[in-house]
């Protein structure tokens, strides 16, 4: 089953999809869990993607909402317990990247249109998270370095039931983002953007690995 990217279905409020694989960091098992992105428009202005799993063998789901386009400000997780559906409801601060740990959902977000990283190679910022009433503060660097695409091939970032569809332009962004922790440094995600996209490629998370696919 292959989709491919297009980014005038998706704002026209199309579906598209991101398979997901999931590694225990125990047993070492591997899962897949493909979503669905639906993007509808907001009456008061914005947009909503709604994200749940296609198959539905993940009883979870997200509704995240931005203000403008590539601008992620709130994310509502919901997840099933005890056979009722409980939200997780966090405001993100829309200047910085968004790092979604409470949910299996793919809804890592950047924060603006690329290039990420503007002049410099790598940028500092310090996320605030508002969960109920309570604001966490997270300091984050972010590097971005222009890469290949037979670099993005060989690192698994360009599926081969996919490469057929893409050009081989070197105009692909390769963005991390790094926890701060003191002295120590935990990488969050990664995520590969190609210019222009209003949707990255791909992304490596802990655990879970991500490739973005849309109905041909």
Request: with cysteine; proline share 1%; charged share 25%.
């Amino acid at each position: 089953m292959v989709w491919i990217f297009s980014v005038s279905e998706a704002r026209a409020g199309q579906s598209w999809f991101v398979q997901s694989e999931y590694r225990s960091l125990m047993t070492g098992q591997l899962t897949t869990v493909l979503w669905q992105f639906e993007q509808h428009s907001l009456e008061g202005g914005g947009l909503m993607w709604g994200v749940h799993d296609r198959e539905n063998n993940v009883r979870c789901r997200a509704e995240l909402f931005f203000v403008s386009e590539g601008v992620l400000e709130q994310a509502d997780c919901y997840r099933e317990v005890c056979g009722q559906e409980i939200c997780d409801a966090r405001r993100y601060n829309v200047k910085d990247p968004v790092i979604m740990n409470q949910t299996l959902i793919p809804g890592d977000w950047l924060n603006g249109v690329s290039p990420f990283v503007l002049n410099d190679e790598i940028r500092q910022c310090v996320v605030r998270v508002l969960v109920g009433t309570t604001t966490f503060a997270t300091h984050l660097k972010i590097r971005q370095k222009i890469i290949s695409y037979d670099e993005a091939v060989m690192g698994g970032m360009i599926r081969v039931d996919l490469q057929a569809h893409f050009e081989k332009k070197n105009n692909l962004r390769l963005v991390s983002v790094v926890r701060l922790n003191g002295a120590l440094e935990e990488l969050e995600f990664v995520q590969l953007w190609a210019e222009g996209a209003d949707f990255w490629l791909f992304e490596s998370k802990k655990g879970r690995r991500s490739w973005c696919l849309v109905k041909e």
